[in-house]
């Protein structure tokens, strides 16, 4: 059974940057395949980013493209999602999620079958 606990989640401004983690225990974290995903109210979730078992392989969403970077340190059993240019938009409670099969390029939530709880990020105008 995996265990994941995300932190960073804050209220900022827009244009800010805010640095999400996810640590995750409970089996080997270099198996998994990592992911960000995120819910505003009142909207389904949405996939954010994702990253290969080694770090090598990453993907974006079009509205994260070019603003957020997704990173594991394996070693710490950590996934990041750094996040540059905060808009209001951006707002939402941003879930990790893991899964230890195969990599997609577009992954979607069922994908993954690991999620924690939730860190909430605030981007006021």
């Known amino acids: 059974q995996v265990q994941m606990v995300e932190s960073g989640g804050r209220l900022v401004q827009a244009g800010d940057s805010l640095r999400l983690s996810c640590t995750v225990s409970g089996r080997r974290f270099s198996s998994y395949i990592m992911g960000w995903f995120r819910q505003a109210p009142g909207k389904e979730r949405e996939f954010v980013a994702a990253?290969?078992?080694?770090?090598?392989?990453?993907a974006y969403a079009d509205s994260v493209k070019g603003r957020f970077t997704i990173s594991r340190a394996n070693a710490k059993s950590t996934v990041y999602l750094q996040m540059n240019s905060l808009k209001p938009e951006d707002t939402a409670v941003y879930h990790c999620a893991a899964h230890d099969r195969w990599w997609k390029s577009r992954p979607v939530a069922g994908d993954f079958g690991s999620w924690g709880q939730g860190t909430q990020v605030a981007v006021s105008s």
């Open positions: 990253i290969g078992r080694s770090g090598n392989s990453t």
